[in-house]
């Protein structure tokens, strides 16, 4: 998934940055390095906070915190994760931000091509559950109810810090704009003379090819998540980099989903959640209002396209 229509635009200037393990590309009308370096310095505020690669991180505390004691939260993470617990009830834990220990096993198995120990996934199992994850909106506190529970915000702190960045670019008068964060874009007003950010996401043809198809879009977030080409081999099986916490291991078929929303936190999450659970997809169009392609292979080696009921309009 890409966006184009600012790269072939003079009045746009765009700047690229390294953030979150991946790189950050945001490009808007009247921009400049003062707006960008503001930008940088938020992406690094948020991810202070969300990070589970940095041990001195606010997620780490709270990782390390035992349960059943509140845990006082900033307004940056408190934000995140009243977010993230929305999503999962509405996702019937599709999305769940307490996968910490099945997605720190994950790496490990990727890293060492070897299957996580049953042990290990019990345990993961154990300290996983998204309702036993309490927040206190009125105190800004949250309490974990499990011990040992990880709490691991790779699914949403993108698509969340894509759409901070935004709205500070807003404010600083900078409305045509958009922010890139891996597979997540945050797309504002769209730029002079065009009727939107044109971007480009992935389906299938009339011979069952992927190809590229163009959309316009304004005010909106747009996410992929899962590769139908990213996968690892162990044990002579292939697994996806994205967890099913039912399992403990990465998700088994070849799955790529695309969701539009209105906001990049939202279509960060729902994308991963889809990839779980592609039999939510219309509920989500009823209740979270998205769209959504989801390209997918079957038993027999071919990809089959599901899109939204509302995808074409």
Not at 131 to 156: A, F
Not at 218 to 228: E, H, M, R
Request: proline content about 3%; charged content about 25%.
């Amino acid at each position: 998934m890409t966006s184009s229509s600012a790269s072939e635009d003079e009045s746009i200037k765009e700047y690229a940055f390294p953030l979150m393990g991946t790189r950050f590309l945001v490009r808007g009308e009247g921009l400049d390095e003062e707006d960008v370096r503001a930008a940088v310095e938020l992406g690094k505020k948020i991810n202070s906070a969300c990070s589970d690669y940095d041990a001195t991180s606010e997620l780490m505390k709270l990782n390390h915190w035992p349960e059943n004691q509140p845990f006082i939260l900033s307004p940056i993470l408190k934000d995140v994760l009243a977010e993230a617990l929305t999503i999962s009830k509405l996702t019937e834990g599709a999305y769940d931000p307490t996968v910490g220990w099945h997605t720190w096993n994950w790496r490990k198995s990727r890293r060492d091509h070897t299957l996580p120990k049953l042990e290990a996934i019990a345990k993961a199992k154990a300290a996983t559950g998204w309702n036993q994850l309490v927040l206190n909106s009125e105190e800004s506190t949250i309490t974990k109810l499990l011990p040992n529970m990880r709490i691991d915000l790779g699914g949403i702190a993108k698509g969340y810090t894509a759409d901070s960045i935004l709205s500070l670019l807003q404010q600083r008068g900078i409305k045509k704009a958009s922010v890139a964060a891996g597979g997540d874009l945050c797309l504002g007003k769209a730029p002079s003379g065009k009727e939107g950010w044109a971007v480009s996401l992935k389906t299938l043809d009339a011979e069952n090819k992927l190809v590229p198809q163009q959309l316009l879009l304004v005010d909106k977030g747009i996410s992929t998540s899962g590769d139908i080409h990213q996968w690892i081999e162990i044990e002579g099986k292939r697994y996806s980099h994205i967890v099913d916490a039912a399992t403990g291991l990465g998700l088994e078929r070849r799955i790529s989903a695309t969701v539009i929303a209105d906001k990049t936190t939202w279509s960060d999450a729902l994308a991963t959640a889809l990839c779980v659970r592609p039999d939510i997809m219309e509920k989500l169009v009823k209740e979270a209002g998205i769209k959504a392609w989801i390209v997918l292979e079957d038993e027999n080696g071919q990809n089959q396209l599901i899109k939204s009921s509302n995808a074409d309009n």
